[in-house]
């Protein structure tokens, strides 16, 4: 597959660099003839916005925030930004025979930016903390699997305790988590910043500490302009496996991201978010070997509202699989999109452990013949007319209606874009079940495994399921998934629920997302993780 | 005089009231729960739902919400970002930026538009007034986004001289490229205001008597033609003045300015009611202001209008 290939290319190319980097030091790089010497104390500037929240590590769930906090806190494992693969940190080994009871024994030498040292309680006491309602921290389900969260966070009221009995510290260096249940990629959830460890000084204000945080991360806390800037710096004595390779990041603010290309363009910011759509078609002739394009663990879907009787009966699975047969996906990426997309072949992104090419069939290739074959098979779709739900404040627009296109010319089914003003606007309809026929919806990955992409999506009852797909069959596997006694296990038995996927087609894949962006030429050896971050310990800042 | 202001002071208050009361239920009636945005794509966590809507007092009633919400307003508390920060220090981070974008534009287009105007108006009809009814006209009819983009191109793309963007809001010399967008349109309309007003004076009445009476020509236009001639200038210039602060949106955007319209943009987005009402309040009181400087004006530039 196309897809596959491409995204094998990064990765190894990637890895090329970083070994090339690792043995050479200052004297790497040789092919490349923009690189110069570096200035190791140098710092950087990153296209960023203001966050939504306090800087608390359970609390960020946009990108904001987000990327400062990953900045500023390291939590037991993180995933290699090359391949994507598990990778301990703070935590020395995780242990575990049934997946439902944990042992973590962490490393010695680790310290907070205040120079006390991190213990097995600064990970149970943040925990403890992030997960309680009167917390109020946004990313406070993370902690459901733990033993006990219901006592801290029940559905409704006040929590009736302030710890879950879940969590146990053996001593300085070890201790033990208990979960309701197996989940085998567990381990797997821990990479996420919401496990991140805090130091005894934040529990005494946590909304000051949100105001000037510290961290036991790659970089410490310098100052916050609001809506202006966040200035982090290299932390000296950072234990981690990924050391700094420059002095600093300035994360500023951009209110429109081509204001943020211009500055980029003319060297007056470093690093790149994402090139902005009016940018896209000229970027890559702007900016040279400078420009970026790799794939990204995320995706964009539309689902049906499985929840209306029209989409319902088994003949329906034929008209859906149809209406996806009827999208050229290539054509519309390549043209509307700007090739900023990569069509998909699956409902999980390339670069996510377990994603396995092409699981989506002969569904998700464009075939007019077939698709409109299918359609008339499965009985049609409801008065030959079909709507999608989007936002429009989000640039949807373009692609939504060369979608609807596609679909009608194929299969003569009338397909319009339904818009509703804003992302607000159109989560709320989503969530209250009040579609009609189709709506947008996309996935970014919170951790690289196929089961986030496909369990938290697709399960019955999973908090993204806007579909309101429900199968048992689905849902079997996925519960066999979780209790399996390896990762590698749990995502091949996650690619069976994903052939389920394809049985039913409750929501067609369209493409992956792509990280488009690009660096200055005050930088080099910038590259980018699936999760479209920059891994801004390996960016190297030259001499001026 | 006195009473007059006094008067127009009391005025304030029931304006002031109505348009906080507006724009706080028309913020809060747009579509879409902004808390529940919080969590993206995700569904947000019930629980943690209902206790931060409590903690922001969204869970009231939506006449006992405006009832605490002018309330504090009284006592100067403009209420809290959804980030926790209170709402005056965003303003008071955003208006001082603004305003001197404001300013800035604000005197380029008084001085510069008085000019021009001034200067096409004595040479009616000969090719410096022609130049200036053409180029006025193209700059009225260039939308000020399209203006941006060509500034950034050739000023700070092409020429250089400039960075494509403010890289310190709080410089005056960097913020001198978006004043002059800003203030462009503007320019344009005082332009061609002051040079139809100097139009219709210079042959008026007591021009004549003036030039008869042998004063320097200096004076005539300066005290005589000018000041009859500002009236309509300085009425549009006191409503533009609000205007320039508030409409700073696009421009801030462009140049990446971190002013009110940044900072309210921010806020339409996340749709956090607070803040853009204590903006639009801010907002008012500056509109208001200015409309009472221009009626204070009047009397200065020509006695014969009385008040009280």
Known sequence: MRGASQAKWVVAAVAVALAATACGGGASGGGDAANGPVDAAGTFSYQSSEPQNPLQPANAMEVGGGRVIKSLFKGLVDYDPATGALRNQVAEKIETTDAQNYTVTLKSGWTFHDGTPVTAASFVDAWNWGANTKSGQINSDWFSDIAGYEAVHPEKGDPTAETMSGLKVVDDTHFTIQLTGPVSYFQYKLGYTAFSPLPKAFFTDPAKYGQNPVGNGPYKFVSWEHNKAITVAAYDQYAG???????????????????????????????????????????????????VDQAQGAIQNISFAMYQADWQGVDKAKVRQGLSMAIDRETITKTVLNGSRQPADSWVAPGAMGYKAGTCGDACKYDPAKAKQLVTEGGGVPNNKITIVYNSDGGHKEWVDAVCNSIRQATGVECVGDPKPD??????????????????????????????????????????????????????????????????????????????????MPAIPLWYYKTTSGYSNNVQNVKFDSFGDPVFTQVEVKQK | MGRFVARRLLQMIPVFVGTTTLIFF???????????????????????????KHRMGLDKSMIQQYLDYMGNLLTGDFGQTMAGRKVIDVIGEALPVTMRLALLAFAIELVLGV??????????????????????????????????????????????????????????????????????????????????????????????????????????????LLRNSMIPVVTFLGTDLGALMGGAIVTEGIFNVKGVGNALYHAINLKEGATVSGFVVVLVLVYLAASLIVDLLYAVLDPRIRYA
């Open chain 2, 115 to 224: 000019a021009i105007g001034l200067f096409a108006g004595l040479r009616r009809g000969k090719s410096f007034d022609k130049g200036t009814l053409l180029f006025t006209l193209l700059l009225i009819s260039i939308p000020v986004p399209v203006l941006g983009f060509i500034f950034q191109n050739v000023f700070a793309t092409n020429l250089g001289w400039v960075t494509p963007t403010v890289q310190n809001s709080e410089n005056l010399g960097q913020l001198l490229l978006p004043a002059v967008v800003l203030g462009s349109l503007s320019l344009a309309y005082v332009a061609r205001l002051t040079r139809t007003s100097i139009v219709e004076n210079v042959k008026a009445d007591y021009m004549r008597t003036a030039v008869a009476k042998g004063l320097p020509r200096r004076k005539v236009i300066g005290t005589h």
């Open chain 2, 26 to 52: 028309m913020v809060r009636v747009l579509p879409g729960d902004p808390v529940a945005a919080m969590w993206g794509d995700k569904a947000p966590d019930p629980a943690q739902l209902a206790a931060f």
């Open chain 1, 241 to 291: 496996a990924d050391k700094p390779k420059n002095g600093g990041i300035v994360f500023k603010n951009y209110s429109q991201s081509e204001a943020a290309y211009k500055d980029l363009v003319s060297d007056n910011l470093d690093v790149l978010d994402q090139v902005d759509p009016a940018d896209l078609a000229s970027y890559k002739s702007d900016l040279g070997n400078r420009a």
């Open chain 1, 423 to 504: 992302f607000k606007t159109s989560r709320d309809l989503i969530k209250k079940k009040q579609v009609q026929s189709m709506m947008r919806t996309g996935w970014v990955q919170d951790y690289p495994l196929n089961a986030n992409f496909l369990r938290d999506v697709y399960g019955t009852g999973a908090a993204a399921n806007d579909a309101g797909y429900s199968s048992a069959e689905f849902d079997r596997f996925a519960a066999e998934a979780d209790k399996a006694t390896s990762v590698e296990k749990t995502a091949e038995l996650y690619q069976q629920a994903e052939a389920q996927l394809a049985k039913d």
